[in-house]
């Protein structure tokens, strides 16, 4: 296996490098740890349990793990480098490493497919058998020990928490020994420090490895003789110890670092100033970009503005302070990263107010950096994500800055955009709890956060609570903003999803018709705000049957987005087009749906990765119209493949997985996996009415299916039963001339035939060909079903004349619409029943 593209040093290694921090040249020492360690994970050949290396901030428990990488990297075939300090940034860590692996995934594949992939590989031990995997600074116990593969390799920890004993094979880490002291400091001050000067700075500084780096550095720089720095170090600990400092921070750290701060105060102020805004970021690596000039609209009100104009000072500083080992940077990756002690010890010795104003600057620099991105821009998205480590830590949502309100409301649109619903939703929450605090109820970033807050709950699934929260916010909008405000609009757009998941589909395209024409006066006709109203006022003529309004309204959108400078976002441009082969295929074009989904689906894939929302409904749909072109086997494994996408991604208590879970029954049907896929739909039927109500169009046509799957599975009477109830449902809510009503109606007429009920079953299939030939015209596959059954009834009843002109009929056009060698054209052929099933579309 060659090397990876990424290699920490000139060195060629024989192993895949994955990310692993630069080696410190000064490392000395720590022989007897770094033995015990190799020797316990060779100890256990099975790998059942991880190693965690642990002990307080700054004794080197990170460089350890690093020394031992590096020391024993001729062992292993893989070694990969794991941040843990946030949870949520494990997995796409896990993805690159299946990346790297070429493991067989899309290139474009989601987070958690791939980062899935990565543990089931490391689990089984292919490609590699010997792979090191280390998990730095995981600190959360039970969310790292969930992730962390058992498997042939090696798993390394470092953290913090000592509640790791009892948990996994844990190694103490402690200060140096003085031996080691000693070596370290002669060896990072070549010639400025004897073998004794070292044992006496060792002894104030407690041997602390971080507190002997920072001394170290500050020699280098400033040759500063031992007995000064001592002097110095004893004056900082009188002052040090009268502040009260946390437990958990060395005294010797604490002082040690206060004199490399202040020595370099000396020398350089405005690089302090720059430092001590880095303490307010997230111990992950900071962009460098970070610190380029500010734009306009954000160097007001910055303390950093002058400074970062001039790109040769700020290259200087960060020269400096990577000098006095106070960051550390990596020129590779652009990066430059700050310990979390020195963060935090630089944060308590700064006054309140000091406090608060640095944390803005921050802020300030977090949103410059976001400003010329817009958040559902995939292209965008590689910036956004860096900028994640830093949101939680920072507390954004405790800045009241208009500009910062804007930047953390972007950051919570690139999440849901993204598919990351969890932490939008806890970001959204935190938001609207502080802001109204702040700012009262009808503060506009209040109110922008609510209505982002209503788009993840409806994604999470919560279709209830996103209507009444959206009914009760537009109310609030409109009183607060007016009519035709940006935000009013966006709610309003919003709000037609709601109507549309209640099932009130001629309620959503009257407000729909509305919110169309409200864009198109404040946007203009071909704004991306525009074209998103119109595609769904398309998707309401859909649900409602008329299929040459929609396609007319959706092949426009999807023609005016795909056009250079249009704004549209990747997630509108592949809705608009699945919605374009979804209008396809239920006008009966079974061929062109199937091209225009497979487009579709690999343009999802590609711009959003396989495990996104719209990619995974895209997947769905694709399946259906391969079930329709007689694709059978391709239609299962894609209807299987989705599913459980679904589930793993959002899990099974979701619309989208819902309508996964209808998609493969109906594709096990089609392949013959009758009694699959019967249990497969008694196991959903229930969740279609928790999730939608019990009087629901979904919930009838869910029934539907189960009906149909009773009688193939010869259970005809319980069949006409929920046939019969699921008919009085739609045309109850939808009416009998509804394509969803009329296919109901269509499988009860059979359940009618198969317990005997023949006059029955021709009544309702004359009723039935006739309004569906009215609804969708002669020719559509949906209509010619109809009228092929209805000559199996004419031929049970001894109407043989009328059936063979009807069948004589429907045959000619079923050769004209479908072309010899389809399923259903073979079946009307042999006068045998056809059925047809329902699929919940994309709301």
Request: with cysteine; aromatic share 6%; charged share 25%.
């Amino acid at each position: 296996m060659s090397v990876s593209h990424y290699s920490p040093d000139s060195t060629q290694f024989p192993t895949i490098w994955g990310r692993v921090p630069q080696r410190n040249m000064n490392f000395t020492g720590r022989s007897e740890l770094l033995r015990e360690l190799h020797e316990g994970l060779l100890s256990d050949v099975t790998a059942v349990v991880p190693h965690a290396l642990h002990g307080l901030g700054g004794v080197g428990k990170t460089q350890l793990a690093i020394e031992y990488a590096y020391l024993h990297r001729g062992e292993y075939d893989l070694v990969w480098w794991i941040p843990a300090d946030q949870p949520v940034l494990v997995k796409p860590s896990l993805a690159g490493l299946a990346r790297e692996l070429r493991l067989p995934i899309s290139a474009s594949a989601g987070v958690e497919e791939a980062a899935e992939a990565a543990l089931d590989a490391l689990r089984r031990g292919m490609p590699f058998s010997k792979w090191l995997l280390i998990f730095d600074n995981a600190d959360e116990v039970d969310e790292i020990n969930a992730i962390a593969p058992r498997g042939p390799g090696h798993v390394l920890i470092t953290s913090r928490n000592h509640s790791w004993q009892g948990v996994v094979d844990t190694l103490p880490v402690d200060v140096f020994t003085r031996k080691e002291s000693i070596q370290f400091l002669t060896r990072r001050v070549p010639h400025g420090i004897t073998e004794a000067e070292a044992d006496e700075l060792a002894e104030a500084l407690g041997d602390l490895p971080l507190a002997l780096e920072q001394a170290g550095a500050l020699q280098v720089e400033t040759t500063i003789s031992v007995k000064d720095y001592l002097r110095l170090l004893e004056e900082q600990t009188t002052r040090l110890l009268g502040t009260n400092k946390p437990a958990d921070y060395p005294l010797s750290m604490s002082a040690a670092w206060t004199l490399s701060v202040q020595q370099l105060t000396t020398r350089m102020p405005v690089a302090v100033e720059l430092l001590r805004c880095c303490a307010f970021f997230g111990p992950e690596p900071i962009p460098r970009d970070l610190f380029d000039r500010l734009p306009p609209e954000f160097a007001e009100g910055s303390r950093l503005a002058e400074t970062l104009a001039d790109p040769i000072l700020t290259s200087r500083i960060l020269r400096e302070l990577g000098r006095y080992a106070l960051v550390k940077i990596d020129s590779s990756s652009r990066t430059i990263q700050i310990h979390r002690l020195v963060q935090a010890l630089l944060r308590d010795e700064l006054p309140p107010d000091e406090r608060l104003s640095l944390r803005a600057e921050a802020h300030l620099l977090l949103a410059a950096a976001a400003a010329p991105y817009e958040p559902d821009d995939t292209a965008s998205w590689p910036r956004y994500s860096g900028l994640l480590g830093h949101i939680t830590p920072s507390q954004v949502d405790r800045n009241d800055d208009p500009r910062i309100r804007r930047f953390t409301l972007s950051i919570i649109r690139y999440l849901y955009s993204s598919g990351d619903f969890n932490f939008a939703q806890m970001l959204a929450e935190r938001c609207i709890t502080q802001w109204r605090a702040d700012s009262g109820d009808d503060d506009p970033s209040v109110l922008s956060a609510q209505r982002h807050q209503a788009i993840v709950v409806r994604e999470l699934g919560n279709i209830t609570r996103s209507f009444e929260q959206n009914q009760r916010l537009l109310v609030r909008m409109r009183e607060v903003l007016g009519e035709d405000h940006e935000e009013t609009l966006l709610l309003i757009n919003s709000a037609g999803a709601d109507l549309r998941f209640r099932g009130d589909f001629a309620a959503a395209l009257e407000h729909d018709l509305d919110s169309l024409r409200r864009h198109e006066a404040v946007f203009g006709p071909e704004h991306r705000r525009t074209l998103r109203a119109m595609n769904n006022l398309a998707l309401d003529y859909l649900l409602l049957g008329d299929y040459s309004k929609a396609l007319e309204l959706q092949s426009t959108t999807f023609r005016l987005q795909r056009r250079p400078g249009s704004g549209a976002s990747s997630m509108n441009v592949l809705s608009s087009w699945n919605g374009l082969a979804r209008v396809m295929r239920l006008s009966g074009k079974y061929r062109e749906a199937c091209d225009l989904g497979e487009d579709a689906y690999e343009y999802g894939v590609e711009q959003l990765g396989a495990e996104h929302p719209w990619t995974l409904r895209a997947a769905k749909d694709l399946a259906i119209a391969k079930r329709r072109d007689a694709k059978a086997d391709e239609s299962l494994r894609l209807a299987l493949r989705t599913r459980d996408q679904q589930l793993r991604t959002v899990g099974e208590h979701h619309p989208d997985t819902l309508a996964a879970g209808l998609c493969l029954a109906n594709a096990q049907r089609a392949s013959g996996e009758t009694a699959e896929a019967l249990a497969l739909l008694e196991e959903l039927t229930p969740r279609f009415e928790t999730m939608y109500g019990e009087d629901h169009p979904f919930k009838y046509g869910c029934d539907t299916n189960l009906a149909l799957l009773l009688r193939v599975n010869r259970r005809a009477e319980e069949a006409v039963a929920r046939d019969r109830e699921a008919l009085d449902g739609l045309d109850r809510r939808l009416t009998r001339d509804h394509h969803f009503t009329l296919t109901c109606a269509i499988n009860l007429a059979s359940d009618l035939a198969a317990i005997g009920e023949h006059e029955e079953a021709r009544q309702l299939g004359e009723d039935t060909l006739r309004r569906l030939r009215e609804l969708l015209g002669p020719d559509h596959p949906l209509t010619l079903a109809a009228a092929a059954n209805l000559v199996v009834d004419l031929v049970r009843l001894g109407a043989r004349d009328e059936a063979d002109a009807l069948h004589a009929d429907t045959m000619r056009r079923y050769l004209e619409v479908l072309g010899p060698g389809h399923p259903d054209v073979d079946v009307a052929e042999q006068r045998r029943r056809l059925d047809f099933d329902f699929d919940p579309p994309v709301l």
